[in-house]
């Protein structure tokens, strides 16, 4: 579905719309060319309150205007218009589970930042340039689950007819899992992949706002983050994995990872070195880097960014500061790679954690699935 045949935009909401990750959205997809948003959900201390008095509001260039004056509603089906289809979820991880499923039975589509579901062995966890055929998990989710083909009601006093339509929830990874993964494809792709290790410098806003208290982070290396190595461990083999008609056999390798905070504002460094199953020379494993292209770029995906992967040669990048922004903060930075005495290769990969590593991962997962034709 390219950009021009959008006729009208397809209406969206964003659940937990106050905090990090749901500021990112409702920037995002101020000006988005094929969505726009029609309703904003917040915890119990926002709900009936507008969103410019209930959300502390923390990007560069101010809260748009079109949702300053939306009131925030319940995470609810009830409390959401019929005429959403779409639901962004930036939930807390620990509560994510029952409303989402509760959103996808009414018939939402749910495109889910947290980790409740993302393991699940129906649910799609994605990323559009690694692994677009996941998605065909979807109908075997809502078989399995009994979403198919709800009948949605129309909005209580409107004429609209009522409209046969399904619900499901895809996943995007952890945010340090996806600009790791982003980097790893074309180097699975080419070479397989034995192992892989990892060791994380995690910017501070991915602990969402207000998050680590400045007294902790100044000054300082927090090495801790309460469970993001097993995410960081599982989730690629399940990202890599392949599509087997009915489910996704997990890919067979194996990841370490180390994950530390450090006081950077945005932008989550790596540095990572692999083992490879079949033998490359440097430049060989550079132009797989280099030239890495995709569904996103081939699909055209407004937020799609291209290239996807910028392979810096300059000894010093990428550095937070300087690269998080790539690609509108869509692409993965890496850099320094050589040779490694214990595994094959090794490189530092960054990318901006609540952008692509979340509410444009997402984002970028509906356009997929929209181009797909899941959101019709
Ligand atoms: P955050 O800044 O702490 O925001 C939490 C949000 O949850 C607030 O909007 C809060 O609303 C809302 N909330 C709490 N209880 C709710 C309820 N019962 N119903 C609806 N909303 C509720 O957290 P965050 O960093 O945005 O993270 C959100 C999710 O994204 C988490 O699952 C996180 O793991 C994931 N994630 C974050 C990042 C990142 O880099 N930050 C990256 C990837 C994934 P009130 O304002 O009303 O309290």
Redesign the pocket.
């Known amino acids: 579905m390219a950009t021009e045949q959008m006729n009208s935009k397809l209406k969206v909401g964003v659940?937990?719309?106050?905090?990090?990750?749901?500021?990112?959205f409702i920037q995002l997809l101020a000006d988005h060319p094929w969505f726009e948003i029609a309703a904003l959900?917040?915890?119990?201390?926002?709900?009936g309150r507008r969103y410019a008095d209930?959300?502390?509001w923390l990007l560069p260039g101010g809260m748009p205007p079109a949702v300053a004056d939306l009131e925030?509603v319940?995470?609810e089906p009830a409390a959401i218009p019929q005429a959403v289809r779409l639901l962004f979820?930036?939930?807390?991880?620990?509560?994510?589970g029952p409303?989402e499923e509760s959103l996808a039975a009414a018939g939402f589509a749910v495109c889910?930042?947290?980790?409740?579901h993302r393991m699940d062995p129906d649910v799609p966890l994605l990323i559009p340039d690694v692994n677009p055929d996941h998605t065909a998990l979807i109908p075997i989710q809502q078989a399995r689950r009994g979403w198919g083909g709800h009948l949605a009601s129309p909005p209580p006093g409107s004429e609209g007819s009522r409209e046969r339509r399904s619900g499901f929830i895809v996943t995007?990874?952890?945010?340090t899992t996806?600009h790791l993964v982003c980097a790893l494809k074309p180097l699975h792709d080419a070479f397989g992949l034995t192992a892989v290790n990892v060791v994380s410098m995690q910017?501070i806003?991915?602990?969402?706002?207000?998050?680590v208290a400045s007294m902790e982070i100044l000054d300082n290396v927090v090495p801790f983050i309460g469970g993001e190595e097993p995410k960081l461990e599982a989730e690629p083999r399940k990202l890599l994995g392949t599509f087997t008609g009915d489910a996704v056999a997990l890919a067979d390798f194996v990841v370490s990872a180390q994950a530390n905070r450090v006081a950077v504002q945005?932008g989550?460094l790596m540095a990572v070195s692999v083992k490879l199953k079949r033998q490359a020379g440097l430049n060989e494993v550079a132009a797989a880097l280099r030239g890495y292209r995709s569904e996103p770029q081939r699909l055209g995906l407004p937020t799609a960014p291209d290239p996807a992967i910028i392979l810096h040669t300059a000894e010093d990048r990428p550095q937070p500061r300087l690269d998080r922004m790539a690609g509108n903060g869509m692409a993965t930075s890496v850099g320094r790679l050589r040779p490694d005495p214990i595994q094959d290769y090794k490189f530092l990969v960054l990318g901006h954690?609540?952008i692509r590593?979340?509410?444009g991962?997402a984002l970028l997962n509906a356009e997929l699935l929209a181009a797909q034709g899941f959101l019709a």
């Open positions: 659940l937990a719309a106050t905090g990090a990750v749901g500021q990112r959900t917040a915890s119990d201390r926002s709900v209930a959300c502390h925030l319940p995470t979820s930036a939930l807390p991880g620990n509560m994510a409303y889910s930042n947290a980790s409740a995007n990874p952890n945010c996806t910017a806003s991915g602990a969402g706002y207000p998050g945005d989550h954690n609540t590593g979340a509410a991962g």
